[in-house]
C-alpha cells in the first residue's frame, strides 16, 4: 500500500511538472507572437518605431511663441442726441434740361423744358416754352407745371399758349390755369386711376371767350392670363361741366378696349364715343392734330386728336372713334374711323409708342413718345380714290410729349 501511494504521488507530481511545462511553453509562444506581432507592426511603421507616447512634445527647439496684438483702445465719442424720424418730404432736389418736338404734315414745333424735381420722383416742376414754324397747325407758348406724388397725385398747370391751323377762321389762344387731384391703384394683372380738377382761362388776341369748368376722368384695365394667351379689357370714361360766356355745357364721354394677346403681341379692338351739350365752337368736339405738352391734359378731352389731318379740320357735337390694333412690342399696325359731327375720316398705319412714368433716381418726369405714317382711306371729302396710290394719300409724324 504504502508503495503504491509513492507510485500514485509520484504520478501527479510529473502530471503537476508536465503541465507546469505546458503552460510555461505556451506562455513563452505567446510571448513570443505578441513581440512577433509588435516588431512586424514597427517594420510597417519605422517612423513611429520606439516612439514613447506617453512622453510630451519637445518644444525647446521653438522659436518664441507669436503675441496677438493688443486690441485698439476705444474711441472716445461726444455725446449725440437720438434723432427723431421724419417724414421723406420733398427731398433733394436736381435739375436738367429737357425737350420734346411735335412734328407733322402740317406744322413743325420744339418746346424746352427746365425741369426741377427730387431723386425719389414725388415732385416734378416744369418750366415750360414753345416754337412753332410759320407754316400754320402747330402750337407755341410757355406754361409752368408742377405735380406732387405724396398719398394723392396733385397737379398744377398755368399757360399761355396760341393753336393755329389751315383754316383761315381757326385760331385758338388761351391762357389761364388747371389743377388736377387724382389717385392710382395698381394689383396683379391691372390697375385703375381716377382723377377730379378743373379749369379757368380766357381768350387774348381776337379770342375774348372767358371759359371754366369742372371735370372727372376714370380708367380701368386688367389682363387675365389663360396659360399662354392674355386676355385684355379696358374701360374709360369722363365728364365735363362747365360755362363759356354764361353759355353752360356739359360734356360726356365713354369707351374702352377689348383683346387678347400673348408674351410681346396683342389684338384689339378699341372705341370711345362722345357728346357735348351746348357751349359754343370752342367747347365742340374737334378733329385733328397731335397731343401738345403746352396745353393741360383736360383741354386734350374735347380733342379728336389724328396727325394727318390739321387741328380745327371739323368741329361737332359728338364724336366716335373705332380701331383696330395689332402691337407687336410697341410696334402697332392699325385701322382707324373718325366721327367728328357730319364729318368722317378713315386711316390705315403704322405707328410705334413708348409711354413711360415719371422715374426715379434717373429724376424724369412721365414721357409719351410716338412716331408713325398713315394713309388716308376715306378724308373729309369722301372715300379716296384709289388710295394710297398717291403721296398725298400718305402723311408722317413723330412726337414727344411730357407729363409732369
Not at 369748368?213 to 384695365?221: D, K, M, P, Q, R
Not at 386688367?222 to 360755362?243: F, K, M, N, P, S
Request: glycine fraction near 14%; charged fraction near 20%; proline fraction near 5%.
Amino acid at each position: 500500500a504504502e508503495t503504491a501511494e509513492t507510485a500514485e504521488t509520484a504520478e501527479t507530481a510529473e502530471t503537476a511538472e508536465t503541465a507546469e511545462t505546458a503552460e510555461t511553453a505556451e506562455t513563452a509562444e505567446t510571448a513570443e507572437t505578441a513581440e512577433t506581432a509588435e516588431t512586424a507592426e514597427a517594420a510597417e511603421l519605422p517612423e513611429l518605431a520606439g516612439t514613447d507616447w506617453l512622453d510630451r512634445p519637445d518644444f525647446s527647439e521653438l522659436g518664441p511663441l507669436a503675441l496677438l496684438p493688443k486690441p485698439p483702445a476705444p474711441i472716445a465719442t461726444p455725446d449725440t442726441e437720438e434723432v427723431d424720424p421724419r417724414r421723406y418730404g420733398v427731398g433733394r432736389l436736381e435739375m436738367r434740361p429737357l425737350a420734346g418736338t411735335s412734328v407733322g404734315p402740317h406744322h413743325i414745333g420744339l418746346h424746352g423744358m427746365l425741369h426741377v424735381g427730387d431723386v425719389a420722383g414725388r415732385l416734378h416742376v416744369m418750366g415750360l416754352a414753345g416754337w412753332r414754324s410759320e407754316k400754320p397747325g402747330g402750337t407755341d407758348g410757355f406754361g409752368l407745371a408742377a405735380a406732387y406724388r405724396g398719398p394723392a397725385r396733385v397737379r398744377v398747370h398755368a399757360y399761355r399758349v396760341r393753336e393755329s391751323s389751315t383754316r383761315a377762321d381757326y385760331s385758338v389762344a388761351r391762357q389761364g390755369a388747371e389743377l388736377g387731384l387724382g389717385e392710382a391703384w395698381t394689383w396683379n394683372g391691372g390697375g385703375a386711376a381716377v382723377e377730379v380738377g378743373g379749369l379757368v382761362d380766357a381768350g387774348f388776341g381776337d379770342s375774348t371767350e372767358l371759359r371754366n369748368f369742372g371735370f372727372g376722368t376714370g380708367a380701368v384695365s386688367h389682363v387675365q392670363w389663360a396659360g399662354t394667351v392674355a386676355l385684355l379689357a379696358e374701360l374709360e370714361g369722363g365728364v365735363q361741366i362747365g360755362a363759356t360766356d354764361a353759355q353752360s355745357w356739359s360734356r360726356t364721354q365713354a369707351g374702352g378696349a377689348l383683346g387678347f394677346g400673348g408674351r410681346g403681341w396683342s389684338l384689339a379692338g378699341r372705341g370711345l364715343f362722345g357728346s357735348v351739350a351746348g357751349g359754343t365752337e370752342l367747347d365742340a368736339y374737334r378733329l385733328g392734330g397731335q397731343r401738345s405738352t403746352l396745353m393741360p391734359e383736360s383741354m386734350h378731352m374735347g380733342h379728336v386728336l389724328v396727325p394727318a389731318f390739321a387741328p380745327g379740320s371739323a368741329f361737332g357735337a359728338s364724336r366716335s372713334s373705332v380701331a383696330a390694333e395689332l402691337d407687336i412690342q410697341g410696334n402697332v399696325a392699325s385701322w382707324q374711323r373718325h366721327s367728328v359731327g357730319d364729318a368722317q375720316v378713315e386711316l390705315i398705319g403704322l405707328s410705334s409708342r413708348i409711354r413711360l412714368e415719371p422715374t426715379p433716381l434717373v429724376g424724369i418726369p412721365a414721357i409719351d413718345v410716338e412716331a408713325g405714317a398713315s394713309c388716308t382711306i376715306v378724308n373729309l371729302d369722301g372715300p379716296v380714290d384709289k388710295p394710297c396710290t398717291h403721296l398725298e394719300d400718305y402723311a408722317g409724324w413723330a412726337s414727344i410729349v411730357w407729363r409732369p
